[in-house]
């Protein structure tokens, strides 16, 4: 069935870096995504893995996609402030192709 | 482009009352999405257009939930009558859809809606 699970809160010391993990159940999953929402505003995309990959690196924000166990990670190196929000683990399914299963996200919160 | 363009920002009504929800996707963009946000039941899905067909409405909660896409670059959502368990922000998303859809959607600032 079509279920993504990630754990509700993250708290992190400025500076650190952030994990924050997401689990999946369909391994029909063609691409993967994570979000990035801001208090007040809508979901903005941070970065997307195809499901043949295993890693994917863009400035600050690593990817690892571990396909066998079904396990999504986004690393956030040198967190900072402007990094609080609430993240999104989501996948789209091959047979569903414009559809986006979402995680109930995971708020990240940044201590001083 | 401005993005994904939803009016109004906020809306405060009283139950029974009916709501309209609008939508102006990316131009261009042949998919387009509605979401339901609450703390409880998370991000859903509610219903999904291409092309401006309703593709897939099994996530509208009860028959007083309706959409429509009358044209490329408008659409709507509407409640009637409305109760205060359809309180939630409501968003909008729009892609190019086909293989592209694959690199996700674009948002809009959402519709926060309180019935009282």
Redesign the interface.
């Known amino acids: 069935g079509e279920d993504v699970e990630q754990s509700l809160f993250l708290s992190v010391r400025e500076g650190d870096s952030s994990v924050i993990n997401c689990t999946y159940t369909d391994s029909s999953s ?2 993967l ?1 994570w ?1 990035k929402q801001e208090p ?6 941070l970065t ?1 893995i ?1 499901s043949n990959m295993d890693m994917k690196q863009d400035q600050r924000l690593t990817v690892l996609l571990n396909k066998k166990d079904k396990h999504l990670s986004l690393r956030i190196a040198d967190t900072q402030t402007g990094d609080s929000a609430i993240y ?1 683990c989501a996948e ?1 399914l091959y047979s ?10 995971t708020r990240l919160s940044i201590r001083p | 482009d401005a993005g ?1 363009i939803q009016s109004p920002r906020h809306e405060v009504t009283e139950m029974g009352q009916e709501v309209t929800l609008r939508c102006k996707p990316i131009s261009g963009h042949n ?1 387009l999405f509605w979401y339901r946000q609450t703390m409880m039941r ?2 859903e ?1 509610l219903i ?1 257009f ?1 092309n401006n067909v309703p ?2 409405d099994s996530g509208m909660p009860e028959d007083r939930f309706s959409a429509k896409m009358p044209n490329a670059s408008f659409s709507t959502l509407k409640i009637q009558p409305s109760e205060p368990r359809d309180s939630a922000v409501y ?1 909008c ?1 729009s ?1 190019t ?3 592209a ?10 519709t926060r809606l309180t019935v009282v």
């Open positions: 063609t691409y995504y979000y007040g505003a809508g979901l903005q995309l997307y195809f999104f789209t569903s192709a414009s559809k986006i299963i979402f995680g109930s996200g | 994904v998919s998370g991000l899905l999904y291409n593709i897939d968003f998303a892609n859809g086909g293989l859809a694959n690199y996700g959607y674009t948002f809009g600032s959402g």
